[in-house]
């Protein structure tokens, strides 16, 4: 008779992030892990999954921080205070782990080895934790022409606002375009091309393309988006933090919105996972947060 031989497993989770119910907002598949794994099993279990990203998880007694680490489908590990870090942290967070008991007033955690500030709460409705991540102050870098970035969105350069300003490179984390589009309508057709933004994001060195309208409410969401990032892998996103943080960095600078205002932006609308991301401009950083939910468990097999 053989021997059936034991595999080794690791628990995950899967999350709706920049929500707080299910099947709404960004999903994101959450490994805990005892420590590093072979970069060979974070690829594989992240192509696996095909979310946008997937994060592993560990608390290191050494660093007594949360670490995580993040990849595409597509194997590109990526960085930034995103939907990545936010669902993880709320992860940690729900299942009780004590994060941030060994640090004193300025909770961190770490990702690609650099500590990242968050800020933890919780929602008085739905006891939901809510998380900010704080991101640095914008750096506003080169303009990308309008007529390139209209044809790769199928659109035509006059659907693009350039009166709010022209498609602009901005970064905290990562380097994405912003592009201001004349109305949700508009935001609504684009119909992207991957191969054309892909030339644009290596000829102009960016990653992302954050296309958005405003709402035209006071109150909600001022503005809605959507995000497109071929490069990496991610045909479109249901919500961006990485993103979000560099558009109202871009709108504070234009004076479109206040400093140390809540403001709250709209995105997945047409994916029909529409999430609430939560920015707030400060006069040195950009704080950016919302919620997450727990939708699945289980366990992978190595």
């Not at 794994?37 to 290191?60: C, D, M, P, R, V």
């Not at 109305?183 to 992302?208: A, M, Q, R």
Request: some cysteine; charged content about 20%; glycine content about 6%.
């Amino acid at each position: 008779m053989s021997v059936i031989k034991t595999r080794e497993t690791l628990n995950y989770c899967v999350l709706d992030v920049f929500t707080n119910e299910n099947y709404k907002g960004n999903p994101l598949a959450v490994v805990f892990t005892n420590g590093n794994l072979e970069l060979e099993q974070y690829k594989n279990i992240a192509k696996e999954f095909g979310y946008s990203e997937t994060s592993f998880i560990y608390y290191s007694k050494i660093q007594k921080a949360l670490n995580i680490r993040s990849f595409t489908p597509i194997g590109v590990e990526v960085g930034g205070a995103g939907h990545n870090l936010l669902g993880a942290v709320c992860l940690a967070i729900l299942k009780e782990m004590e994060i941030f008991q060994e640090q004193k007033a300025n909770p961190f955690v770490i990702m690609k080895e650099n500590p990242i500030p968050v800020f933890a709460d919780t929602d008085s409705p739905t006891h939901l934790p809510v998380v900010k991540m704080l991101q640095k102050s914008a750096v506003i870098g080169n303009v990308v022409p309008a007529e390139f970035v209209a044809n790769a969105l199928g659109l035509t350069i006059d659907d693009l606002d350039v009166k709010i300003f022209p498609p602009t490179i901005v970064q905290t984390e990562v380097s994405h375009l912003m592009i201001p589009i004349s109305n949700l309508e508009k935001l609504n057709s684009i119909k992207p091309d991957n191969k054309l933004l892909t030339e644009i994001s290596k000829e102009y060195l960016f990653e992302g393309f954050y296309c958005f309208a405003f709402t035209g409410e006071e109150d909600g969401a001022f503005v809605q988006s959507r995000f497109f990032n071929p490069l990496i892998g991610i045909d479109e996103d249901a919500a961006t933090g990485t993103a979000a943080g560099p558009l109202a960095g871009i709108l504070s600078n234009k004076q479109l919105i206040q400093l140390n205002k809540d403001y709250q932006i709209l995105q997945g609308v047409k994916l029909n996972q529409p999430s609430l991301i939560q920015v707030m401009v400060k006069e040195n950083n950009i704080l950016v947060g919302g919620s997450s939910v727990i939708t699945m468990e289980g366990k992978i097999y190595l």
